[in-house]
C-alpha cells in the first residue's frame, strides 16, 4: 500500500528530515580521531530530544533484539547498522552514519558516510561515486517513471565505476511509518516495477562496496558488514516525487559547512 502525501504531510516530513540533516550536521563536529562512537550517539541523542523529536531506530527491530541506539554508526567494511560503542575513529576510517527521527507524526531517515581525516584515494572514489549515484538515482525520481529507473541508475553508475551494489538492503517509502512501501533497490532494470507519482515520499539509499556486493550480518544481530572485508559507503536522502524534477527533503549542505570537504560539497550536476 502507497500512501501518496498531502502538502501539509510533506511540510512535516520536509521538517522532520531537516532534523536529520541539522542532527548529522552536529555530529560531524565530533569526527576525528580518537572518539568513541558511543559519544557521536550520546550527541546525536541530545540533540533530538532538545528539537522535540524522538530517534526513531531506538527500540527498532524484533523485541527480544531491538536496535540499542539512536545512530547506525558503521565504520570502514560495515555497510550499516554498526551500534555505537566504545570504539574509537581512526585516521582513514570511514564512518556511514545513518540517523532516523520522529517528529510531528512523521519520519526523516537520511544517511552520510563521513572520513576521518584524510582519506586514501580509492576510498574517496568510492565516496564520490555513491554520493554521485544517489542523485542520478532521485534524478529518476519524477512523476511517470518507475521504481526500476531509479534503481538502474544508481547500479549502473556505480557499476560502471568497478563498485560492487549490496542487494540486501534497500531504499523505502517513508512517511509516518520508517519503512513503507514501495521497496526501493539500488540494482533494476529501466521500466520496472511500481509506478512513479506525484506525492509519493522515497528514501534512497545506495549502498556500495569497493568489492563484491555480498555481504553477511554480525553476531549482534544488527551489523552488516561486506563478505570480503572491504570498505562501503551508504548515503540517503528524503525525496518527494514530483512532476519533472523531485523535491529533495534532506541537504547535505549543513554537513558540508563544518566538513569542507571539497570533493563531496556539490551536487553532482
Ligand atoms: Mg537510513
Ligand atoms: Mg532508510
Known amino acids: 500500500m502507497i500512501y501518496l502525501k498531502s502538502e501539509s504531510e510533506i511540510d512535516k516530513m520536509r521538517r522532520a528530515a531537516q532534523l536529520?540533516?541539522?542532527?548529522?550536521?552536529?555530529v560531524a563536529k565530533y569526527i576525528e580521531p580518537g572518539?568513541?562512537?558511543?559519544?557521536?550517539?550520546?550527541?546525536?541523542?541530545?540533540?533530538?530530544?532538545?528539537h522535540n523529536a524522538r530517534a526513531v531506530f531506538k527500540g527498532y527491530g524484533p523485541p527480544n533484539n531491538p536496535f540499542p541506539a539512536t545512530l547506525c554508526i558503521s565504520l570502514n567494511e560495515e555497510v550499516v547498522h554498526g551500534?555505537?560503542?566504545?570504539?574509537?575513529?581512526?585516521?582513514?576510517?570511514?564512518?556511514?552514519?545513518?540517523?532516523?527521527?520522529v517528529k510531528d507524526g512523521y519520519v526523516g531517515d537520511h544517511a552520510y558516510t563521513f572520513i576521518v581525516g584524510e582519506g586514501d584515494e580509492e576510498t574517496m572514489r568510492l565516496l564520490r561515486v555513491t554520493l554521485e549515484s544517489l542523485y542520478k538515482g532521485?534524478?529518476?525520481?519524477?512523476?511517470?517513471?518507475?521504481?526500476?529507473?531509479?534503481?538502474?541508475?544508481?547500479?549502473?553508475?556505480?557499476?560502471?565505476?568497478?563498485f560492487g551494489v549490496v542487494r540486501e538492503l534497500v531504499g523505502h517509502g517513508l512517511g509516518k511509518q520508517l519503512h513503507e512501501d514501495p521497496s526501493v533497490p539500488n540494482?533494476?532494470?529501466?521500466?520496472?516495477g511500481e509506478r512513479l507519482r506525484s506525492g509519493m515520499t522515497l528514501a534512497i539509499e545506495p549502498m556500495i562496496t569497493l568489492g563484491s556486493w555480498k555481504v553477511h550480518t554480525l553476531g549482534d544481530g544488527w551489523t552488516i558488514v561486506t563478505a570480503d572485508g572491504k570498505r562501503a559507503a551508504h548515503f540517503e536522502h528524503d525525496i518527494v516525487v514530483r512532476e519533472g524534477e523531485a523535491e529533495i527533503l534532506s541537504t547535505f549542505d549543513y554537513i558540508t559547512e563544518i566538513t569542507k570537504n571539497e570533493i563531496l560539497d556539490t551536487r553532482y550536476g
Open 35 to 50: 572518539v568513541k562512537t558511543g559519544k557521536i550517539d550520546l550527541v546525536a541523542e541530545e540533540f533530538i530530544k532538545k
Open 187 to 192: 540494482f533494476g532494470k529501466k521500466g520496472r
Open 83 to 101: 551500534i555505537p560503542g566504545e570504539r574509537k575513529l581512526k585516521e582513514g576510517d570511514i564512518v556511514s552514519i545513518d540517523c532516523g527521527v
Open 20 to 26: 536529520v540533516s541539522l542532527t548529522l550536521a552536529e
Open 138 to 162: 532521485i534524478d529518476e525520481a519524477v512523476h511517470g517513471n518507475k521504481v526500476g529507473d531509479i534503481s538502474n541508475a544508481i547500479q549502473s553508475h556505480c557499476e560502471d565505476e568497478g
